[in-house]
């Protein structure tokens, strides 16, 4: 059973090693000269108004991490549909209240105005 999973273990070990490799190797081997204009924040080639340091308020946060939520959810979406047709009814109607419940937390992030942005 567990050797179906070898390939997709042996590819994610693969790409953290390629990538480990690849950050160090441009620690080692790349250009290091710093200097003012690469150290300041990039603004669209504009003079930085505020500080890099400047705290955002949980509202920032919330919207994140309500956008990570909702898009999470509808991943779970995408394998019912391609598979639709094999799953029958019953799946049918586990979806619908999946989506029934997602849009009431929806509306329920609405309500407590978690995404106006005063």
């Known amino acids: ?8 273990f042996g590819t994610i070990i693969v790409g ?3 990538g480990i490799v ?3 190797l441009h620690e080692w081997l790349g250009p290091r000269r710093a200097n003012v204009e690469k150290a300041s924040a990039y603004e669209s080639g504009m ?3 505020s500080s890099i ?3 955002h308020t949980v509202k920032f946060y919330l919207v994140a991490i309500l956008f990570i939520l909702f898009d999470i ?3 779970f979406m995408y394998p019912w549909a391609v598979q639709f047709k094999q799953l029958g009814g019953q799946a049918l109607i586990a979806m619908i209240l999946f989506m029934v419940l997602l849009f009431a937390g929806f509306i329920y992030v609405v ?3 978690a995404l106006e942005w005063d």
């Open 16 to 18: 953290a090693v390629f």
């Open 22 to 24: 690849m950050v160090k």
């Open 47 to 49: 003079e930085p108004i």
């Open 111 to 113: 309500k407590k105005g």
């Open 73 to 75: 959810e509808i991943v």
């Open 1 to 8: 059973m567990l050797e179906t999973y070898i390939p997709i």
């Open 53 to 55: 340091k400047e705290r």
